[in-house]
């Protein structure tokens, strides 16, 4: 069998269904894909935990995800695997379960082959603030694979699994997709189980999929969807159908003005111009629209996810959670010592958020914030009721940054957000997918909806993706190597 016989997660449970292909040899090319992108001086390290060959002996569960090579964010709990967060206070910790969203991918069929490198508790957006070293963009080793998800994004992008989850308090699913080349999908909040999901700000919190396409993100979403009783923000729903082909006839796309500010850059901007050129060529309506509060998302934000994150993080105290040094004497040293082993994101981060909770300032920061939140969701529901269907933007402002750029500057940091914490604030789906490329780097659009539209979301990307393949123009610079596959 050809090295890249197989690369789509729906072609490869066909395939070993049908008995076309052993697991082996599926494992076999992740195994090589992984040496390849781990070789040389600046290698991806885009697992924090891995073991393909164990995974091989395992029997196999029918479903949807029969046999196919799966990653995890190790902030992702998994019973096999170590869960470290990215974090020294977390080193070795091994969990006594799965996580709700690991356990479907297993029962699926799928095998979780490791756990995924990220910014320490998601906490970053470029996977540089990872205790255990960054990881590197596949497209291009000397920048970073954006984050907090970077590991999953690459670890796709690299070609070592089609699917991998991820997760979002602001965009860390999207964001890394974005600059990997990739399609990353945040759901409803509530749509998936954050349970085994290591809280970081529990409103905003999301469990995500990163796929090589929109097709395959699709599958892994619909696999993991679904009530759960040990998450009380989990929806009363069933899964969604996330089957279709997709179309973008009559479709009203909405876009507005605040995502394209005259600080984008500019190859980003005509990348989005000619696709939502594409979009109306094949029946959608361009509509433009106003979400006049955005420009108070990311000061929002950055209130409310350190505040919840405090208040999160208060339990890794080397008593419940967290590595308990030797000799310590009494409590206040235990606490000491064990926090002194966070690092300096997120001792900023907890800094921040105690003191925007503190007595006398929580109304001027957090009440405020929390009042913004509002404004925000009611921006997104005006649009959506105005006939909108969907909303496209470009999924960040730059394209994939240089390593050591941005690590001296928390707010140009924090920045990479802009335009992917809206959809966290106001809980509603949104997906990024390759729209072209920048001096090589890959660029990602944005689509946003209104809340459980997944289906209408994932069909219209499917469209476009499969537009955006067949124009000319952007074939020109292909997104996906033909002849390698990478
Ligand atoms: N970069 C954002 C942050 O640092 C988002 C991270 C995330 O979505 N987990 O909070």
Known sequence: MSPRAYRSAREIAAAVQAGDVAVTDILGQSAAALAEADQGPEPINAFLSVDINRSAGAELRPGPLTGVPVAVKDNIVTIDFPTTCGSRILEGYQSPFDATAVTR?????????????????????????????????????SRVPGGSSGGSAAAVAAGVVPIALGSETGGSVRQPAAFCGV????????????????A???????????????????????????HDPRDSTSALREPPSLEGTGSLEGLVIGVPSEYFPDSLNPGIAANCRAALRLMEDRGAEIREVSLPSTRYAIPAYYIIAPA?????????????????????????????????????????????????LSAGY???YYGRAQRVRGL?????????????????????PTTAFRLGERLDDPFEMYLSDVFTVTANLAGIPALS????????????G??????????????????????????????AAPLVNQETGR
């Open 105 to 141: 991918l297993r029962a699926a069929g799928a095998v979780v082959i490791g756990k995924t490198n990220l910014d320490e508790f998601g906490m970053g957006s470029s996977t540089e603030f990872s205790a255990y070293g960054p990881t590197r963009n596949p497209v291009d080793r």
């Open 183 to 198: 399609v990353g999908i945040k759901p409803t909040y509530g749509r998936v189980s954050r349970y085994g999901l290591v």
């Open 200 to 226: 970081y700000a529990s409103s905003l919190d999301h469990i995500g999929v990163v796929g090589r396409t929109v097709d395959d993100a699709a599958l892994g979403l619909q696999v993991v969807s679904g």
């Open 308 to 356: 919840e994150a405090s208040s999160n993080l208060s339990r890794y105290d080397g008593v419940r959670y967290g590595v308990r040094p030797p000799d310590v004497k009494g409590a206040t040293e235990l606490y000491e010592r064990t926090r002194a082993l966070f690092g300096p994101e997120v001792k900023r981060r907890i800094m921040l958020g105690t003191y925007a």
């Open 362 to 364: 929580y109304d001027a």
């Open 376 to 396: 925000i969701v009611r921006d997104f529901d005006w649009v959506f009721a105005s006939g909108v269907d969907l909303i496209f933007t470009p999924t960040a």
């Open 433 to 444: 997918l390759p729209i072209g490329r920048v001096d090589g780097l890959p660029v990602g």
């Open 446 to 475: 944005q689509l946003m909806g209104p809340r459980w539209s997944e289906p209408l979301l994932v069909n219209a990307a499917r469209a476009l993706e499969r537009e955006l393949a067949s124009d000319p123009s952007f074939a």
